[in-house]
């Protein structure tokens, strides 16, 4: 008998041991394939919440939260997927999902169960499909058309699901456009109490600069994060619920090891394509801020249209706009290039990259033997790989999705930045934290000790200012300490060049402005009515325009009467207007009915029907004529109402007991008016600046007399 050599005996010995572990293998491969199915869904969930956790924010995007700008390069702030967009979400989560009883998380739940529900009927119609498949290849006319009557049949719950879930969804997302628009219409315009910081849309406008054009937030931004946020979660839990179905599907066909294999590949692509994704986040706010400041300049033109029409200021207009749509489309533009090479990159991995692997796994089980499956027929093997194939599609297409859930991700964190910036600035408004530029003069040590300070607001029946400074928002100190005393009853003149004060007196008397310093007495802000020379006349009837901001329902409570509204317009010399223009309940759009006289009479109106204790007069009676004027000063002081005018007309002055004389240098005389000796001086005055405009003649003519000499 011939003796084995070395190599021959090795290489027994290896063959003996492969198939000792083979066997050992085969034995043991169902507990190796649930451990491995187990690590996969661990491995997806992980890696899903790894790829879209929280990165810490850099301190400078920090500091700029809530700022439009957060360094000085005037480039937007970045939006990324970090802790400052989860903080973000997190706190706009608790506004659209107050409690696990509410009906944004009953429809929530709603929504995860029809998720569910689409993912098994999408596992049974796979394993449908091979079966009617394998049927057709076995000859087998009764199974097939039995399948096809069940795939009729499916057809039935699956149309149904995936309907009722787009109406869901979009139910969800208008449930959270609701709530947001609530909860930002209540902070924006919401009636606060006298000690509050009310007033935001004022104060948002006026005294800070990070939102520009909060009309375009309120409308269409949160309408876009919550159509956004009510998607993300269906492009996001879905196709990982998928991932892991489908696969765990896949392996038992055809084996955790050909998965593993697959997953490794899969993943590696997938950083490099998460490697090379643009910043979404980052071009949607961009393109909303854009969009808004677009908007905001067709709003001006439309406000504005009559000067400019005067002026003929049409083509710089048109640049104005042209310029704002330029950097609209500019921005399109390189967002549209990012996205059509991304757009190459993208499908050529998920879609044929990712589909070449797939078929070599759907081909395992017909190249090889696969421990614990039986051989098959023609007819089981085309099942198989119809059923493996459509598994396949279907759990790449939720693998894309997965891909695709990070780009959604991005543009939920730009619409989320933007939110936020409103609810932020709106937060720090109320609380008096404004963001103003600031004029150069603000930053001297005076000046900013004094911007720094707070004073104090008592509410009182007089009107008292002791040592309160009058800043504009922008930090210009107009005067650093006014002081004086105003009584009810005494109506009080206020006169000075323009830019000095006299309205700024007015706003921090209405709450609208802070106080940096010193003790401002005055009764509650509702104490108070302003009409200023452009009158403000609101949608409605005709009746709505005296009663304003009162409804009808509200007229009726306080026993008030169309009779009595007649009364009020007969006070103003306006009573026709009634029959002229169809009745208490006629609608127009009076400012462009009115002439600017009847504009100013019918503000007047308003004060007698609500008859505050104080009256704000800016130019009030500047359209219309001295006799009328007088008329309505008379009955504002029937009426018990203390008049606070601003006015350059002299024929005001006699009905005014106290007169605030700025001198438009911080300066003031704060005095007792009479207005007989003031109207003496007038008149001395203009007989002198009379005279002294001969002066010039008379020198003239005296030189030319003393040449002829």
């Not at 720090?428 to 005076?446: H, I, P, Y």
């Not at 600017?596 to 359209?623: C, M, N, V």
Request: net charge positive; aromatic share 8%.
């Amino acid at each position: 008998m011939p003796s084995t050599s070395p190599q021959t005996l090795r290489t027994q010995q290896l063959n003996q041991l492969i198939s000792r572990l083979s066997a050992q293998y085969t034995a043991h491969r169902p507990a190796i394939q649930r451990i491995l199915n187990a690590a996969f869904a661990v491995y997806v969930l992980g890696s899903t919440y790894r790829g879209l956790s929280a990165r810490p924010s850099s301190p400078r995007k920090d500091k700029g939260k809530g700022k439009k700008k957060d360094d000085d390069s005037g480039k937007p702030p970045r939006v990324a997927i970090d802790a400052l967009f989860y903080r973000r979400l997190s706190d706009i989560l608790k506004i659209v999902i107050p409690g696990l009883r509410s009906k944004e998380a009953l429809l929530l739940l709603m929504h995860s169960s029809l998720l569910v529900a689409r993912t098994f009927l999408s596992l049974y119609v796979a394993n449908l499909d091979g079966v009617i498949v394998a049927s057709l290849v076995r000859a087998q006319p009764r199974q097939f058309f039995l399948n096809i009557l069940r795939w009729l049949l499916v057809a039935i719950p699956a149309t149904w699901t995936n309907s009722w879930l787009n109406y869901i969804q979009s139910k969800l997302a208008i449930a959270y456009r609701t709530r947001l628009t609530n909860e930002v219409l209540h902070q924006y315009l919401g009636a606060e109490d006298e000690g509050a910081q009310g007033k935001v849309y004022y104060k948002l406008a006026n005294l800070d600069d990070r939102i520009v054009n909060a009309d375009q937030m309120i409308t269409n931004d949160i309408q876009k994060f919550s159509v956004h946020l009510a998607a993300i979660y269906s492009n996001l839990a879905k196709p990982i619920l998928d991932v892991i179905l489908y696969n765990y599907q896949l392996s038992q066909n055809v084996g955790a090891e050909g998965l593993l294999g697959l997953t490794i590949l899969v993943q590696s692509t997938a950083a490099l394509l998460r490697y090379m994704t643009p910043p979404f986040g980052m071009y949607t706010a961009t393109f909303a801020e854009l969009s808004g400041s677009l908007r905001h300049t067709h709003s001006r033109l439309v406000e504005f249209a009559e000067e400019v029409a005067f002026l003929r200021g049409e083509e710089t207009e048109k640049l104005m706009l042209e310029r704002e749509y330029s950097s609209v489309i500019k921005h399109e533009n390189r967002v549209l290039n990012r996205r059509w090479w991304f757009g190459i990159v993208e499908e050529g991995i998920i879609k044929w990259l990712w589909g070449s692997f797939g078929l070599v796994l759907c081909a395992i089980p017909v190249f090889f033997k696969v421990p614990g499956i039986s051989a098959v027929d023609l007819g089981g093997r085309t099942e198989g790989f119809v059923t493996n194939r459509r598994l396949l599609l279907s759990s790449s297409d939720a693998f894309g999705r997965v891909m695709y859930s990070y780009k959604d991700l991005s543009e939920l964190a730009g619409y989320t930045a933007r939110v936020s910036l409103l609810l932020d600035t709106m937060k720090d408004v109320r609380k008096g934290q404004f963001e103003k530029a600031l004029v150069n003069s603000a930053t001297t040590d005076e000046n900013a000790a004094i911007l720094k300070g707070r004073g104090e607001v008592i509410e009182s029946e007089d009107i008292q200012f002791e040592n309160v400074p009058i800043v504009t928002p922008n930090g210009d100190i107009l005067v650093r300490s006014l002081s004086f005393h105003v009584k009810p009853g005494q109506h009080l003149l206020i006169v000075g060049p323009n830019g000095c004060g006299k309205s700024s007196l007015f706003r921090i008397l209405g709450g609208l402005w802070p106080v940096y310093g010193g003790v401002v007495r005055k009764p509650a802000a509702s104490e108070f009515i302003l009409i200023p020379q452009r009158p403000y006349l609101s949608l409605g009837t005709l009746r709505d325009q005296i009663i304003y901001p009162h409804s009808k329902v509200e007229m009726d409570a306080r026993g008030i009467t169309d009779s009595d509204l007649f009364e009020v317009l007969s006070a103003v010399q306006m009573g026709p207007i009634v029959e002229r223009e169809g009745g208490w309940d006629s609608a127009k759009e009076w400012r462009d009915v009115l002439s600017g006289g009847d504009k100013q009479k019918l503000a007047w109106a308003r004060l007698f029907y609500h008859r505050p204790k104080y009256a704000i007069l800016d130019e009030a009676t500047s359209l219309v004529p001295q006799e009328m004027e007088g008329l309505m000063m008379q009955h504002a002081t029937r009426l018990g109402i203390t008049l606070l005018t601003v006015s350059h007309r002299p024929s005001l002055w006699k009905w005014h007991a106290l007169i605030l004389q700025y001198n438009g240098t911080g300066g003031y005389v704060f005095t007792k008016l009479d207005a007989e000796k003031r109207l003496a001086l007038q008149e001395e005055k203009q007989v002198l600046e009379a005279k002294l405009l001969e002066v010039p003649k008379l020198v003239e003519r005296l030189a030319e007399l003393k040449m002829r000499r």
